[in-house]
């Protein structure tokens, strides 16, 4: 099972908590305020009052155990900016952090994370696209039985192509989409030739639990 570490209990890092732990997925929360902490304890596998600014704190979590990091530290940049540099420093598999500007996402990006997200921006981008655009999601078949899922690709899949995987034999899943999130940028209906880098996400499609499956 995949397991996601939680830092910053604001609304936004509170919400993926809760939706994480809904999903099955073991997640531990952390925030440096207890009443926080006291909120969520009963919506995630492991609740920690802790500063995680603090570098031994950090070295005592086992950083290397977690699958992602979520950073979202709210109004306080300089403590998201230490704490993505510490994680990054000891050897974290993937770190996502909330970003309040570009220019913040950017340092981010700059110190060590994966991947930066400003909510506000990305909302604001969703909406407009669902005015001026048909949603693509309403004109796919899906049941109850299947999916649509983005995967971080397994480190046994990275440098490999997708005739390599072979996921359609192995899974049961076909990939549909691959986003660079580097970039941004998606690559619809990518070819067998396509070679998985660890800046990869997959957009799979197929039944829950092959999905599951994969993310192991």
């Given at each position: 099972m995949s397991e996601f570490a939680v830092i910053g209990l604001g609304n936004f890092g509170a919400m993926v908590v809760r939706k994480l732990f809904e999903h099955g997925v073991k997640v531990t929360a952390i925030d440096?305020?207890?009443?926080?902490?006291?909120?969520l304890q009963d919506h995630c596998h492991q609740a920690i009052y802790a500063d995680a600014t603090d570098?031994?704190?950090?070295?005592?979590l086992e950083v290397d155990k977690f699958d992602t990091f979520i950073v979202s530290t709210g109004d306080n940049e300089h403590a998201s900016i230490l704490i993505t540099l510490h994680l990054k420093e000891m050897g974290a598999k993937r770190i996502v952090v909330k970003a309040n500007s570009v220019d913040h996402s950017k340092?981010?990006?700059?110190?060590?994370?994966d991947e930066a997200i400003i909510p506000e921006e990305e909302a604001a981008i969703k909406l407009a696209k669902s005015l001026a655009q048909p949603n693509l999601l309403d004109f796919l078949p899906l049941t109850e039985e299947y999916s649509i899922a983005e995967l971080a690709p397994p480190a046994d899949f990275q440098g490999s192509t997708l005739v390599e995987l072979d996921l359609r034999a192995k899974y049961h899943i076909e990939v549909i989409?691959?986003?660079?999130?580097?970039?941004?940028?998606f690559k619809f209906i990518p070819g067998g030739s396509f070679k998985i880098k660890d800046t990869d996400i997959l957009v799979v499609l197929g039944k829950q639990e092959d999905i599951e499956r994969i993310r192991g």
């Open positions: 440096n305020n207890k009443v926080r902490i006291q909120d570098r031994r704190f950090l070295e005592n340092i981010i990006l700059a110190v060590g994370a989409a691959i986003k660079d999130v580097l970039t941004g940028e």
